[in-house]
Every structure is written in structure tokens, then in C-alpha cells.
């Protein structure tokens, strides 16, 4: 092979690439012109193995071995799985929504009550069975505590006794009603001296003492005049379980008040 | 030889996938100083090829439960730490900052032996031919700077770490005869450049 190979033909027979055996070899082997490219790549292969070849750090291996415990172990204690986070940050929210709620309540509850306790006259009543009681106290007492036990229940006898009369009814001609009474031997005296503040004529009074337990009044009288005696019975200390008219707290219907009517009731003997 | 060191790689890949996570230790061991080396070419710097090393083996270790064995250990994890080195050498590219720091490290060290060989006049080559020795491989340097990234990894891992045309184009996932051809496209523009040392020089644009 008289013309010199190209250059990438060098270059590999320079990196042993080349079949040592063939034409190309073989020329540049003995060539002057191809020793001097081998030359150049051998200077070349020197520049480059001084400026890029270096000392290899004698710790490099242990260093790299920490580094990359050192790393996993990190990587292993911060990796939480994503649902996970989210559950954990889902419980986080309910827990602490549920506390302020529960410290708003009981915020709003104290407002409530300075509120209330501050201006009494502002507050309605209720009536009922429960007999005249503020509204607010009402609901607070149904929800804290059994209704006999909270002192805001009885608090309100005084309105009970001093309790303005919201509403007329209209009687019929025949009332009858029940009542409660706490000592049936005494019953017929006080019933006259009531009857008597009403203005009942005694006439027209008839008690009767069954047994030891109950007793039955009959009475003929005026309209107003039942009403009277009703609210002066309930003052006593009676306490009227029928639900029908004349209640304590109605009054008479204008223009009815000397209507007659002729009343019954019974008394039954109850326990304190 | 290879192939030994091979059957041992995939041994301690078993036996790191088996559970036995202190074999990738051995790994690092024996494939460390290799990719080191590789990652200082390519970056001429020691602490970010350092951090190249580090980088790659973390990735090998997070990775090596899904390796399948397909190219060897040694070709796998090298191709990482080049990957990593080509990133490294971009970000650093974009950074503004001086590519080769080692570059005027080596200066100075050419400078110093240059000294240190004109102080022992009886053994040392003449003055004049040590300078020249030194532009020389100065120039080299520079056109070395200037080759595209390819030709430059290309003949790194040639010249440094002394790999075949075979595992080059394993490496590069490319042709051998195209790892053939870089090497010598290479060599040809620091040869045109030692020639044309000391004049304008025009690097040749290629086509890669």
C-alpha cells in the first residue's frame, strides 16, 4: 500500500482498533508519514492524560458510602406516602374544627347569660306546666339539667302570683275541673273563706268530704266570680291539673262576667 | 478479566436485590475511582466530579431493585455519572462560570515543573524546548475546550479512562464505527490546531 490510509484508519491503529495484520497496518507501521501523525496523537494523548488524569481522593470510596447512608436514611425519614399525609392533614382540620366550635358554643353560651341576667324585662314568658318561666332560662334548663332539680323553675312562683293575665276564655254554662289539694281536712274551711274573697255566697257552696282522699265542690256563681276563685285556689296552694277554662292566668270575657255558671269540682288529696 | 469482573458485579447485584444491602458497598469499591476519574475529565473540577460520584451511586442504589442486567453494572452506572456530568457541565455553562478551573491549575503546574526542570540543568531537556513543550499542550488544551461535547466525552473516555471503541459505544448508546470516526475527528482538529499553533486558528465546524 503505497498511499497512506485516512486519518480515522490512523487513529484507530493508534488505539490498537486496528487488525494488526492488515494492508493498513502494515503501511503505517513502516510509514514515515503516518509516524508522524502517531506522533502528534501520542503528544495529544499526553496533554490530555496530564491535565485530566488525577490523583483519585484516597477516602473517595468511604465518602461516597456515608454520603449515600447518609442520604437514604434522610430521604426515609421525611418520605411519608401522599395519601397518608393527606388523611393525617384531614384529621388535623376535623380535630381542630371541632375544638373551636366547642369554645365558640361556650363563649356564645356566657354571652348569652350576662345578656340575659342584665336585662331582665326584655326576656318573654312562657306558660305552661311549667308555669311562667323566662324563655331563655326554659330552653337553658331543658338542655343542662332535669327541669325540678335547676332553681331557675321555681324562681318564678312570684310571677306566678304576680303573673298578668294574657287572654279571655269563654265559659260554658257547666264547668268541671280537678284539683290538687295538700290537706283534705281543712278543705272545706278554706274553700269558704275563698269563696267568701270571691264573693260567693256560702248559700251556694256545697262541699263534700268523700273519704280521706277526695271531696267534691259545687258551687253556682257568676262568670267573674269563677275566675276570682280560681286564681285565689291556685295562690292557696291547689294546684289545677284540668286543662280547660277558667286557668289562673286567663281572665274573664267582657261582657260575661255575671253570666252564671254552675261549677264543679274535685279535689284529691295529693303528697308532698 | 473483564468478564470475572463482570460475573462479580452481577453477583453483588444479586445479593443486593436478595437483601444483603451492604454488597453495594463493594460496588462502590470497585467503581468509585473509574467513574471519578471519568467525571474529572469530563468537568475538570475534583469537587463536582466528587459530587457526580455521589449523585450517580445514589441513583444507582435507589435504582438497582429495577435493573434488569440488560448492559453491565459497570456501563450502567458510568452511564449515569456521564449523564450527570453532561448536566453539570451545562448548568455550570449557563452559570457563567469558568469551565475548567483545573485549566489554570494546570498552567500553573506546567509553569512549576518548568521551573523545577530549568533548576536541574543536567538532566532536564533545554529551556527552550520545555516552553515549547508547555504552549503546546497549552494549545491543546484550548482547542480541547472548544471540541463539541460528543467529541470531547468521546475522547475523554478514551485517553483517560482508557475504554475500548466497544464500550464507548455502549456507553453512548451509538455505533462503534461512529465512536471511530469522533475519535478521530477529534484528534484531527487538535492536530490542526499543534500545527496551526501560534496563528489564527479556525476550528472547522462539525457536523455531529
Not at chain 2, 29 to 50: I, T
Not at chain 2, 101 to 121: F, G, T, V, W
Request: hydrophobic fraction near 35%.
Amino acid at each position: 500500500m503505497k498511499q497512506c490510509p485516512d486519518n480515522e484508519v490512523i487513529s484507530a491503529y493508534y488505539d490498537g482498533e486496528l487488525d494488526g495484520e492488515s494492508p493498513e497496518a502494515l503501511h503505517i507501521s513502516s510509514c514515515p508519514e503516518c509516524a508522524k501523525i502517531l506522533e502528534s496523537y501520542a503528544d495529544m494523548d499526553k496533554a490530555l492524560k496530564n491535565k485530566f488524569t488525577c490523583e483519585i481522593p484516597a477516602n473517595l470510596t468511604e465518602k461516597v458510602k456515608k454520603t449515600i447512608r447518609r442520604r437514604i436514611n434522610a430521604e426515609k425519614r421525611i418520605s411519608i406516602p401522599f395519601p397518608v399525609l393527606l388523611l393525617r392533614i384531614a384529621a388535623s382540620l376535623f380535630i381542630a374544627s371541632v375544638i373551636l366550635f366547642y369554645v365558640s358554643s361556650l363563649v356564645k353560651d356566657r354571652e348569652t347569660e350576662t345578656a340575659a341576667s342584665s336585662k331582665p324585662e326584655t326576656r318573654k314568658n312562657v306558660s305552661g306546666g311549667l308555669g311562667i318561666i323566662p324563655f331563655e332560662d326554659y330552653v337553658k334548663a331543658s338542655f343542662r339539667a332535669p327541669p325540678v332539680s335547676t332553681p331557675l323553675l321555681t324562681a318564678p312562683d312570684t310571677a306566678n302570683r304576680t303573673g298578668k293575665i294574657e287572654k279571655s276564655a269563654v265559659l260554658p254554662d257547666k264547668v268541671s275541673q280537678v284539683w290538687v289539694t295538700r290537706n283534705i281536712e281543712k278543705l272545706p274551711s278554706l274553700i269558704s273563706t275563698l269563696a267568701a274573697k270571691a264573693g260567693i255566697s256560702p248559700a251556694n257552696t256545697n262541699i263534700t268530704i268523700n273519704d280521706g282522699n277526695t271531696a267534691n265542690l259545687d258551687m253556682k256563681l257568676s262568670k267573674g266570680q269563677l275566675f276570682n276563685f280560681v286564681r285565689l285556689c291556685k295562690n292557696s296552694g291547689f294546684e289545677l291539673l284540668s286543662p280547660q277554662a277558667p286557668q289562673p292566668e286567663q281572665k274573664v270575657q267582657q261582657g260575661t262576667e255575671n253570666e252564671d255558671v254552675n261549677y264543679n269540682a274535685s279535689f284529691v288529696l295529693g303528697h308532698n | 478479566m473483564d468478564a470475572d469482573n463482570k460475573k462479580r458485579d452481577e453477583e453483588l447485584v444479586k445479593e443486593f436485590k436478595a437483601g444483603n444491602k451492604e454488597a453495594f458497598d463493594d460496588l462502590i469499591g470497585r467503581h468509585a475511582p473509574k467513574l471519578y476519574q471519568a467525571s474529572f475529565g469530563l468537568l475538570g473540577n475534583r469537587q463536582d466530579a466528587e459530587e457526580v460520584v455521589q449523585d450517580a451511586f445514589l441513583r444507582a442504589y435507589k435504582g438497582l431493585e429495577n435493573f434488569r442486567g440488560d448492559a453491565s453494572f459497570e456501563t450502567w452506572v458510568c452511564r449515569i455519572a456521564i449523564n450527570l456530568s453532561r448536566n453539570k457541565y451545562q448548568w455550570n455553562k449557563r452559570r457563567g462560570a469558568e469551565l475548567n478551573l483545573s485549566i489554570s491549575e494546570h498552567r500553573q503546574s506546567l509553569e512549576e515543573n518548568s521551573n523545577e526542570d530549568m533548576a536541574i540543568p543536567d538532566k532536564a531537556p533545554a529551556p527552550d524546548s520545555v516552553l515549547e513543550k508547555a504552549e503546546a499542550e497549552k494549545g491543546i488544551m484550548e482547542a480541547f475546550e472548544n471540541l463539541p461535547e460528543t467529541l470531547r466525552e468521546t475522547m475523554i473516555l478514551r485517553h483517560i479512562n482508557n475504554m475500548s471503541y466497544e464500550k464507548i459505544a455502549e456507553l453512548q448508546e451509538c455505533k462503534e464505527g461512529t465512536v471511530k470516526s469522533r475519535i478521530a475527528r477529534g484528534r484531527e482538529i487538535l492536530r490542526e490546531y499543534l500545527i496551526n499553533a501560534g496563528t489564527d486558528i479556525k476550528i472547522r465546524p462539525l457536523e455531529d
